[in-house]
C-alpha cells in the first residue's frame, strides 16, 4: 500500500503514525482487497456477494436459504429480499 503524500514543513506526513497501527492497516488491506474483488466480479456481472453465494451453492448442492445464510455469514432473510429494481412496477 503506498502512502498519501501528505507532507508538513518537516517533510514529515502528518499520517505516518497511522500506517504504525495495526487496526488501521488491516483496515486499509481489507479496502483494498474488496476493491479487487469488485473489479474482477464486475467483468462477469456480479458483486462479491453474489459471487460467493453461486461458489457456495455449486459446493453444497443441498443448502436452503438458511443453510445458504449461516454458509456465508449473512441472515436469511437478505438473501431472499429483492434488490429495490425488482420491486418496482
Known sequence: MSKPSVKIASGISPLDDMYERPGFLFRRASQVLMHIAEQETARIGL????????????????????GLGKAIGVESRTIIRPPMEQMRV
Not at 47 to 66: E, F, G, M, S, Y
Open 47 to 66: 458483486t462479491p456477494p453474489q459471487h460467493v453465494c453461486l461458489i457456495v451453492l455449486d459446493r453444497c448442492k443441498a443448502l436452503d436459504q438458511i
